[in-house]
């Protein structure tokens, strides 16, 4: 699949299984709030119950999917530079921390909020982009852009 398509293919994928989670299970594929629920400590019939089960499933299915996506189309993933895992470990925990404070993260917000008109989402979409062309803007302006 060339370059152009790539985007537009995963996007119409992600929508879908957007609309599939609602229409089949009336839940939001929001990843994080679906990670946090999968591994919130509770007994062992919470672990084995139907609510626990898709959760795992979904997030599973992640890695899972971007392997099959690897295999059989050779898409091949971008590169992380990790030449500083110090700070590419504390950026993870700030994410996790706002992903908490912002009550989601981008897909849910972006793709799932968005689509049902909730003004929350929309305000919290609108932060994220802000914030992601803010700071293009300030670490090009001081030259440390690519």
Not at 25 to 36: K, N, Q
Not at 56 to 77: E, I, N
Not at 128 to 136: E, L, N
């Amino acid at each position: 699949m060339d370059n152009f398509m790539s985007p537009i293919v995963g996007g119409l994928i992600i929508g879908l299984s957007a609309v599939l989670m609602m229409y089949l299970l009336g839940r939001i594929t929001g990843i994080s709030g679906i990670l946090w629920g999968a591994i919130q400590p509770a007994s062992m019939e919470d672990y084995v119950s139907r609510d626990r089960l898709w959760r795992w499933l979904f997030v599973l299915g992640l890695p899972l999917g971007a392997l099959l996506a690897r295999v059989l189309f050779d898409v091949t993933p971008g590169s992380v530079p990790s030449s500083n895992i110090p700070l590419t470990i504390a950026s993870g925990l700030f994410v996790g921390v706002g992903v908490k404070l912002g009550s989601g993260c981008t897909s849910g917000h972006g793709v799932c909020g968005i689509s049902r008109f909730s003004k929350r989402s929309m305000i919290a979409t609108l932060v994220f982009m802000g914030s992601g062309i803010a700071t293009v803007f300030i670490v090009n302006l001081v030259g440390g852009g690519a």
